[in-house]
Structures are given as C-alpha cells and as structure tokens.
C-alpha cells in the first residue's frame, strides 16, 4: 500500500523537478492521492478532509529539499502531520492516592471490554505494582459475569461478583467496599456494551461514573472500525467523558485509521493497543507506529529496534571472518537460525514490513507458517547432530544421517536437503562477505525461505541507514 | 412467506381425532407462516437501516438541497456520503466515475436522475450477488435436498462481531417454525462462550452439543453431527470462536471442520455464513476474501444494524465475492433476525 501511494505520488510530482518548490497544482493532485490512502485505512471522511486542508497550507511553497524526491517529500508531511495528530499526553494510567481508583471500561458491543478488563489487571498488577479487583456489572449479555470470572482465574486475579445482584449500580457500590475492606487499589469496572444511540445505556454509565468518581474512563475502539468510529465516540465522550482510548484487534490487518478519527474527535490519547487473545497481549501506544500503518508503511522502526537488540555486533564481527575463511560451520549456522528467532514470530516480524518490500507481493500466512515450520525442522536437524559433524559436514556419511533423521524426527531426505542447502549457502556467502551483516541474513535467510526472509534481513538494514540519516538533518 | 424454506414435515396436527379440512389446514398454515409477522419484519428492517438517513439519505438531500444541476461539488459530496456509509472506497469511485461520464454525456440531467442512477447501481450490485446464488454456486436451504440431513450451518467471523446472539436468534426462529434445530458449541477457545450459547439455547429450546474448553472444535462438531443424526435433527448450527483472518492456524483449524462435516453429512457444511458487524470499515473486504479461502462463506449476516452504522461495507464484498447478504440483526430481542431485501436495505439507505 505503501508503494501503491508513494508510487502514485511519484507519478504526479514527476515533473516537479528543477522547479525547487511545491506549487499548488503538485499538491492538488498530490492530496487526492493521500485522501483516498487515508479513507482506505478507514479514517473518517470530515477527519480526511480536515487534515488534508491543512497539509495544502502547510505544503505550498515547501522548498523541495536535495535529497529527498518530492514524493518523499510530501510523504513525510502528512506522516509528521498523522504523528502531530496522534500523539499526546502519557500513554500511562494516573492513579490517585484514593482507595480504590476506579477505571471505567467503556465501549460498544464487542469491541473486547471484557477480554481487555483482563489484559488491563494484568498489566497493571505486573508493571505498576497495582493491586486490583475485577468486576463486571454487565447483566445484559449472556454469560458477561461467567466471561470475566474465568478470566479472573486465568491470569490468577480478584473477581468479584454477588450472584443474584442484578443492578449494576449496586454491583459496583458493593465492589468498592470490597476494595476498601480487603484493600485492593484498583477497581477495574467493565461495564455492559451496547450501541451508543441506547439511551438508558448512557444514563447507566452516567450514574455508574457518580457512584464510583473512576480516576479514568477508557473507550474500547475495535482497530476494524469503520467511518462510524467517529460518531461513537464522540457519542461516549460527550455523554460519559471519557480520559483515554485503547484500541483492540490490532494484531489484524486493519490498518487502523480509527484511531486518528477517534483521536481527532475526542481529543483524548490513545493509550494501549491490544494486539492478540492472550491476557499479556497488550502494548503502549506509538503515534508514529500507527502513522506508519495508516499510510501502509509498515512497523520498520519497531523491526530495526528489534533487529538491533538482538544482534550482536562482536558475534556478527567473528561470523564475518569466519565466512571469509570459510570456516563457517553448522553450529554457527544454528546459532544465526536461533538469532532469528529470538526476533519472535515471522508473522508478527513481517507484519512491521511495508507491504511493498517484496515487490508488492503478499506472503500469505501459509507461506509464513511454511517458513517457520522449516526453521524449525532445520535446528532439529542440527541439534540431533553431533559436534564433530557440526564442526565438518563432509563426514556426514549415510549410517550418520540416518541416526541424525530418526534423532531429529525427519527423514534421511530432509538431511540431505538441509545438508544440500547449506554447502550452497556457503557458497554464496563467501560471494558476499563484502556485503555485511545485512546481506549474511539476506543470504542465510534466501536460502531458507525462498528469498522471503533473504528481504528481511536486506530491507531491515537498508531501511535503518536511511532513517538514521533523516535523523541527523533534523 | 416463512422464515425457513425446508420443512421437513407438513403435518399439521390441531390435536383433533379426525384429519383436518383444507380450510382448517389453511388457516394454521397460515398462522405458522405468519404472514402478518413477514411483512412487520420487513418495516422493522427498513426502519432499522433508515435511521442512517440522518446521515446518508439526510446528508445527499441537503447536497441537492436548492441545486437543479449537476456540478464537480455535487459529485464530490456525493462521493464522501458514500464513503462515509463505508460503502466503500473503490466501490464509490467507480460509482461517481459512471456518474460523471453520464453527466458528460448528457444522458443525467438532474439531481433526481441521478439520485435513481446511484440506488440502481447499488441495487444492482446487491441483487447481482443474490443472483449468482441461484445459479447454484451458493447454496440456500430451499436447494438441499430433503433426505440430507442434518442442513448443516456455520457460523464464522472475527471476534466480537455477534455471533453467539446471531445463533441464539436463527435457532429460534428456524425452530419456531417447527424444525428439529440443535447447536454445536465449537467455540471452545473464548471463555465462557459455551455458557452464552446455552443460555441462548435454553432461551429458545434448541439442544446444545457442548464439551470441555480447550477441545479441538472439529472433535465438538463430530460429536454434534453424530447427536443430530441419532435424534433425527432437520438444522445443525455450528457455532465457531471468533478468530482474526490474519491468525493461519486458526484458519486451518476451520478448514478441518469443513472436511469433517463433509465427511459425515454429503455437501456439509451447507451453509456457512460470515457474520460482519455493521460498524465493519475498509477491513471487511479482507476479512471476506481470506475466510473465503479457509471455508468458502455463501452468504453474509449483518448485525448490530440497529445502530447508526449501516455495513455499507457489505456492498463492497457482495460486489468483489458474489457473495448474498442472508439476514441482518436489528435488535437484541430472539425475534431481531430477519431476511435481508436488497430493495428495503437501498430504501432505507436514500429514503
């Protein structure tokens, strides 16, 4: 998407060159392009609009700079803009000195109150050393109650529930007291979702925040969210006032232009993101992050920091000699096979990629489960081998690869194969040491996952040398 | 017309020792069928989508508010109100495009024109995608046949987007209408979603097959399908945890209970319906085409439509996927599902 828009960008600043300044008509066309990349990412069309007059102001008569193009140019405009948008105060929960500070969960039908109720306690029992009490006053839905209690007991957190209650009010007004008998700090209230035009909805949630004065009132936003985003969440924010935002389900492919909508209107900071089913599944907030996806250019910075935690530039300094002579063995090749691992998940790896990277191909879950499943086989392979063979594979002879095959739980085929691989591996290698670490991986990672991890590695390093220079002339 | 369009047995009982006449038969026929009920259910829906004239219908009146011709500002208004119904981005461009060349071409004169231009185009693309159906790519259950049972439905979506209540309310009505229903708990991930669906089970009498968290939904689903052919069931609703369609595994964990239903009743499962929350944005469509690749979805449900949402999203998939809209969720009461009309969504919509 990401090279969808900057290409389209490129063809309509084409002929900006040698003029040195953005003109009107460059811009015009220019914004049509963002608008219709912002309303793909499901940005509210009167925030779209809002935000494109204010780029044209902001554009006109903009000095192309030397060595950005113009497309980059007005890219990295609007990105400054989304960031200066999406930012705001502390991502963190204010906490007062009264016992219990409540925090009021607030949302529409299945926008993951619940799921998030949880990830919140969790969290905060974990990180702030809080110590809180769950309780749900949701009596509408099904099985709401039964919802949080099994919660409850999975992540090892207070519940509390008083079967046979069913005035939310009363629920919640008990539950405080609780907290200050037992002692609990925070009181963590998940309240009934349902559609925000239900007035008694409303009026509950009124009453609820005069009972319970919550310390903060935290909209759930499901990332899916349409351009209706706007509308209930200035609906909550006007009748309940909210104090800040998370923004569930973004572990999926939404790309997640709510959260500017929601933003934009309420005005309140986004604060958490959910980013998958389990209960530790739950990540601070970063605008620039979410800008990047908005506009489809992936998470390259969260990957280049990742990248750069995991790998160890003194080991890297001795693989590379150990390349250049040619004394790159299997153990070493584990070793890297374990590096990028550590990174995480491939999916979530390439979930921070642009999706022009590989040429605007898609690699599909398949595709990545298909590499994950293989590196995995890989290590096994090796493991089952012993040090001597790893040290020299030439003496891998037929009886030594079918122990390694049962050992490792493949055939002596997959030995072969694997074996095959890497004495081709090193072939390239030797090829490319010049390269640096960035083209090892590429070469490693080629090999292994036709060429798709091979373009991690690459476009990782390339992209970081990039940023850094933007960096310095800031 | 009935809700169902499968009944498995005509036999109408009045507890009488005789068989009944033909003007007896009538009148209860018609009582079951509740015609009355037919035609109530069809204003609710239309209700239900026209409360976003405020904004759709509402906002292109006050557009042509005043204007008899059509300029660039009338179709760059009309553009954003079809946007912002989420119809779509691709969609509402390629709309506008035919409008304007239309304009060009001096085949549209004026805003009524074209007004009728934009329900007809949207309509088409509703009624297309219902059509396709007929021609036996998707099935219905009107076109299974009768020595086939249990008819076999899935239920599949993403997380949150209401499929549990969507449940509760099919089995209510399809049994409501004298069919043996049974529901299948194969959402065994989420907790306490088996308690939900046996509270809406109960709710509407329907048995449930259910085991314990944690099972392989397919191993839930044999078991259901086993029960529902022991007790002579006529509809199987198979319910299924929520998953995000970017989560393989777990579409490979949908894909195994496609190949288990259909090793165990022929053409199961016969129905499997993707659940999309009117609230949906541009993500639908995604999430529509990579379900699709999983277990190929013959139809749509559209839920939550009783908010000012309207799904316009659903326009998008049905055009890019031919895939029918089936029925929409306008409320949270066992009676809130109805069938969906392509002509009483577009009205609803424009007013």
């Known amino acids: 998407m990401f090279e969808a828009l900057s290409d389209k960008l490129k063809k309509v600043l084409k002929d900006l ?11 015009d066309s220019a914004m049509r392009e963002i608008r219709i990349a912002l309303l793909e990412a499901d940005v509210n069309y009167k925030v779209v609009k809002s935000l494109v007059d204010r780029l044209k102001a902001k554009a006109v008569g903009e000095e192309v700079v030397g060595s950005l193009s113009p497309a980059q140019q007005v890219i990295k405009l609007v990105y400054d803009e989304l960031v200066d948008v999406l930012g705001g105060t502390s991502t963190q929960l204010l906490f007062t000195k009264r016992i219990p500070n409540v925090v009021m969960i607030v949302g529409l039908q299945g926008s993951g109150k619940t799921t998030t109720t949880g990830k919140l306690a969790k969290m905060l029992a974990e990180q702030q050393k809080r110590c809180p009490l769950l309780v749900s006053v949701d009596v509408y839905r099904p099985a709401a109650r039964q919802q949080l209690a099994l919660i409850g007991q999975s992540i090892g957190m207070p519940v509390f529930d008083v079967p046979g209650v069913d005035s939310p009010l009363e629920l919640a007004r008990q539950a405080v007291r609780e907290c200050q008998l037992v002692g ?4 963590l209230l998940d309240t009934a979702g349902r559609l925000h035009v239900d007035e008694e909805l409303m009026i509950e949630l009124q009453q609820l925040k005069q009972e319970t004065l919550p310390s903060e009132i935290l909209f759930i936003a499901d990332a899916m969210t349409g351009q209706d985003a706007v509308r209930s969440a200035q609906e909550f924010h006007e009748k309940v006032g909210i104090t800040g935002v998370i923004l569930t389900k973004m572990e999926g492919d939404a790309r997640g232009g709510a959260a500017l909508s929601v933003k934009e209107v309420t ?23 979410i800008a990047q996806r908005i506009l489809g250019m992936g998470d390259v910075l969260s990957l280049i ?5 995991e790998v160890d530039e003194e080991k890297a300094e001795e693989l590379r000699q150990k390349i250049a002579r040619d004394r790159f063995s299997l153990e070493d090749f584990r070793d890297q096979l374990r590096q990028v691992k550590r990174m995480g998940s491939f999916d979530k790896l390439m979930d921070m990629l642009p999706s022009g990277l590989f040429g605007g191909m898609r690699v599909t879950p398949e ?3 298909e590499m994950e499943r293989k590196l995995k086989f890989t290590e096994a392979i090796i493991n089952s081998m012993t040090l001597k063979e790893r040290e020299d594979h030439s003496i891998l002879n037929a009886s030594r690869r079918k122990r390694i095959a049962n050992g490792s739980g493949t055939t002596v085929q997959d030995v072969n194969a694997m074996v095959r691989e890497y004495v081709e591996m090193r072939k390239m290698m030797r090829m490319m040491t010049a390269g640096g670490l960035g083209s090892l991986m590429g070469g490693l990672g080629g090999k292994l996952g036709a060429g798709l991890a091979g373009g991690m590695g690459f476009g990782g390093r390339r992209k970081a040398t990039k940023r850094r220079k933007k960096k310095k002339k800031k | 017309m009935a809700f169902w369009k499968r009944k498995q047995q005509e036999i109408i009982s009045l507890g009488l020792n005789r068989a009944a006449t033909p003007e007896e038969e009538r009148i209860v026929r018609e009582e079951a069928e509740g015609s009355d009920d037919q035609a109530r259910f069809y204003d609710r829906f239309k209700k239900a989508v026209s409360s976003t004239r405020e904004n759709l219908a509402g906002r292109i009146d006050s557009i042509f508010a005043g204007k008899r011709e059509l300029d660039a500002d009338v179709l760059d208004h009309l553009e954003e109100a079809l946007i912002g119904a989420d119809i779509g981005v691709q969609t509402s461009l390629e709309i506008i495009d035919s409008a304007r060349q239309q304009i060009e071409r001096k085949q549209l004169n004026d805003v009524d024109e074209l007004k009728k231009l934009i329900k007809s185009e949207l309509r088409g693309i509703l009624e297309g995608a219902a059509r396709s159906r007929k021609a036996g790519t998707v099935a219905s259950e009107s076109e299974v046949p009768l020595e086939i049972r249990p008819y076999v439905m899935m239920i599949v979506g993403v997380n ?4 549990t209540t969507t449940i509760g309310k099919l089995a209510h009505r399809i049994k409501s209408e004298g069919n043996q229903v049974m529901v299948c708990a194969a959402d065994t991930f989420r907790a306490a979603a088996n308690d939900q669906l046996a509270i809406w089970a109960e ?6 097959i259910q085991q314990k968290p944690g099972t392989d939904p397919s191993a839930v689903l044999f078991d259901a399908l086993a029960a529902a052919r022991a007790r002579n069931i006529d509809v199987l609703i198979v319910d299924t945890a929520g998953r995000l369609h970017t989560k393989a595994n777990l579409m490979q964990e949908l894909e195994k209970m496609r190949r288990v239903a259909g090793r165990e009743v022929a053409g199961a499962p016969h129905e499997v319906l993707l659940i999309i929350d009117a609230v949906t944005g541009q993500n639908g469509l995604e999430q529509a085409r990579q379900f699709t690749r999983a277990v190929p979805i013959t139809g749509l449900v559209l839920t939550k439509l009783d908010g000012t949402a309207k799904g316009g999203i659903v326009i998008a998939i049905a055009k890019e996927l031919n895939v029918p809209i089936r029925y929409v969720g306008i409320g949270e ?14 009205d609803g919509l424009f007013g």
């Open chain 1, 17 to 27: 060159r040698g003029q040195g300044r953005l003109t009107e008509a460059h811009i």
């Open chain 2, 160 to 163: 949150g987007v209401g499929k």
């Open chain 1, 267 to 289: 005005g309140q900071p986004i604060k958490f993101i959910g980013v998958g089913e389990r209960y530790d599944a739950i990540e601070p907030f970063y605008p620039d992050r």
């Open chain 1, 184 to 187: 609990y700090d925070t009181l």
């Open chain 2, 333 to 346: 009461q066992m009676n809130d599902l109805v069938e969906f009309s392509p002509e009483a969504y577009i």
């Open chain 1, 305 to 309: 920091e990742k990248v750069q935690s």
């Open chain 2, 203 to 208: 709710r509407s009498g329907v048995p449930l």
């Open chain 1, 367 to 369: 595709q990545m489960g």
